[in-house]
């Protein structure tokens, strides 16, 4: 079967570092997917991962390991805006997105 | 990146009415779009994929004779809320496919029914 698992809520501090892990299981694999998600707005594409290793793109970072199920988002040097849920979804063997409930990530100053 | 918009953004409307919610892509030809809903503080649900000039397919659980799904052109995908009722009050979402970039979906903006 496939399933998709986000921790729900995660909480830290403006200016430092946090990482948003991300565990899968499929049979069928063509990529993982990190979106943003503010209040009451569409997802907007942050990263994508389709080999093992780290995709750094400015304070947004994301990892993926294919044998073991695993990504992770790390954002460093934390903004207020950057409080919002975060979506992992990785894509099927049929390119369909499966998606994650999202974390919903708080930033306090 | 590409650019899909939704029309209305908001849309409220009394019970039993019908409700057509647009998504277009801006600036490429998407063969494939894809309906989403979501609910307050839950993730995205793939209502349909909607292919161009054949019928969408729906994911279990979603009924096709209530969720009317027309994808007529290259850039424009409809969904029709038939016979609305407040349970169908929810965050409808499309989203595009690029054909050059076949691992990336673009979103819209979404649209937020509210039925009264």
């Known amino acids: 079967g496939q399933n998709i698992d986000q921790p729900t809520e995660m909480t830290a501090t403006e200016g430092a570092i946090v990482q948003i892990n991300c565990t899968y299981q499929?049979?069928?694999?063509?990529?993982l997917f990190w979106y943003q998600q503010h209040a009451g707005e569409a997802p907007t594409f942050l990263s994508y991962?389709?080999l093992d290793g780290l995709e750094e793109k400015g304070r947004f970072s994301s990892f993926l390991s294919r044998s073991k199920g695993y990504s992770y988002l790390l954002l460093k040097e934390l903004q207020m805006k950057d409080s919002a849920s975060y979506l992992c979804a990785f894509m099927d063997s049929n390119y369909q997105l499966i998606w994650g409930a999202g974390t919903k990530l708080i930033i306090k100053p | 990146g590409a650019v899909v918009s939704q029309h209305p953004s908001r849309v409220i409307c009394k019970s039993g009415t019908s409700v057509k919610i647009e998504c277009r892509s801006l600036d490429f030809q998407a063969t494939t779009m894809f309906w989403y809903r979501q609910f307050p503080k839950q993730s995205l649900m793939l209502m349909a994929t909607?292919?161009?000039?054949?019928?969408?397919?729906?994911e279990q659980g979603v009924e096709k004779d209530k969720f009317l799904i027309n994808h007529a052109s290259l850039t424009l995908s409809t969904l029709t809320v038939t016979s609305a009722h407040p349970e169908d009050s929810s965050f409808y979402i499309c989203?595009?496919?690029?054909?050059?970039?076949?691992?990336?979906?673009?979103f819209g903006p979404g649209t937020r029914l509210t039925v009264l």
């Open positions: 499929t049979s069928g694999f063509n990529g």
């Open positions: 909607s292919n161009e000039g054949s019928k969408a397919t729906y």
């Open positions: 991962n389709v």
């Open positions: 989203s595009a496919r690029a054909p050059k970039e076949a691992n990336e979906q673009f």
